[in-house]
């Protein structure tokens, strides 16, 4: 196990230390994703938790609070990540979220009130049981892919587990029994409008294959790439990525499709096509700038096998 907790070694206001959990179940179409974060140098917890349902609509909770030290079990509001002694990791949520038809307009609701669906009593209680070894990026990547990459983080550690419990949603429960989830865990700066455009993807086909790609695109076009294949039981670094498309709408910010060109450690090359789902964005605005970090699911296939499924995060910036 990592360390759970870490100083900051710099005074920067946008370092933070940060607990991600997603997760989804093809057979139920329960997806979700949590976050947890703290700003150490302002004193701020932030936590979000999305669900999406099978109807296509989403339930989001999003809260930010004045928080000086933080420590396992990691809280804010009413969003728990938990570390349990033996290593598994238990996530907790009893509170209200708010329900929205379609999960774009998420954001809008505070000036458009009409957008939301209903207020919804969510009780949620997941296990963590992992399948892989704790994979750590920056040990595998290049330089110059850390340089470039270090205004989203130092160290970023992920997991690929089975995730059980169950989420009752006003009067409707749903039981999740050993589903596919992946946890991370990052700390150092994260500027969101002050990076350039990235991709992070988690993906999994069964418990024996998973791959997850992640790039930040500078704004010379080049890459800071890192990741791991998941395969029969092992972590194989990615050593290079080249993103050979990716689509978006009109608008330039909404991902549709894309194609990763992946070679891991052992020199074998991949293609990793994706599609996007359900898309529910998140928009940073500060003096740098504004971005919009979309939080999404897609389907996906590796070297031709399909039945992918999983995360299908991207950040747009745009820039004044």
């Not at 704004?219 to 050593?239: A, C, E, H, Q």
């Amino acid at each position: 196990m990592e360390s759970l907790t870490h100083t900051p070694n710099t005074d920067h206001s946008e370092w933070n230390e940060s607990y991600y959990l997603c997760f989804a179940d093809p057979k139920t179409n329960i997806r979700g994703m949590s976050r947890i974060g703290f700003k150490t140098n302002k004193s701020e917890g932030m936590a979000f938790l999305f669900l999406f349902f099978p109807d296509g609509s989403a339930a989001g909770y999003h809260t930010t609070e004045p928080i000086v030290n933080y420590n396992n079990p990691f809280t804010v509001g009413e969003m728990k990540h938990e570390c349990l002694q033996d290593g598994r990791w238990q996530y907790t949520f009893n509170g209200t979220m708010i329900a929205v038809d379609n999960p774009l307009n998420f954001p809008e609701v505070k000036t458009k009130p009409e957008l939301i669906k209903g207020l919804k009593d969510v009780n949620l209680k997941l296990s963590f049981q992992s399948l892989s070894e704790i994979y750590e990026y920056s040990k595998f990547m290049t330089k110059e892919s850390l340089e470039l990459g270090k205004k989203s983080g130092d160290e970023h550690w992920e997991q690929v587990a089975h995730i059980s419990g169950d989420i009752t949603v006003d009067d409707k429960k749903y039981l999740l029994s050993n589903v596919m989830g992946q946890r991370d865990h990052t700390h150092g700066i994260r500027d969101w409008t002050g990076v350039g455009n990235w991709l992070y993807y988690v993906v999994w086909f069964n418990d024996h294959l998973a791959i997850n790609p992640a790039a930040i695109i500078a704004n010379d076009g080049r890459l800071s790439t890192g990741g791991f294949l998941f395969k029969d039981g092992k972590n194989i670094p990615l050593k290079t990525i080249k993103i050979l498309e990716e689509r978006f709408d009109k608008s330039g910010i909404y991902p549709e499709s894309s194609v990763l060109e992946i070679v891991d450690w052992n020199e074998d090359k991949h293609l990793l096509k994706g599609q996007v789902g359900p898309i529910l964005p998140i928009p940073f605005k500060d003096k740098e700038g504004e971005s919009t970090l979309i939080q999404a699911f897609g389907t996906f296939e590796l070297d031709g096998i399909g039945g992918g499924f999983g995360t299908f995060e991207t950040l747009r910036r745009k820039r004044k």
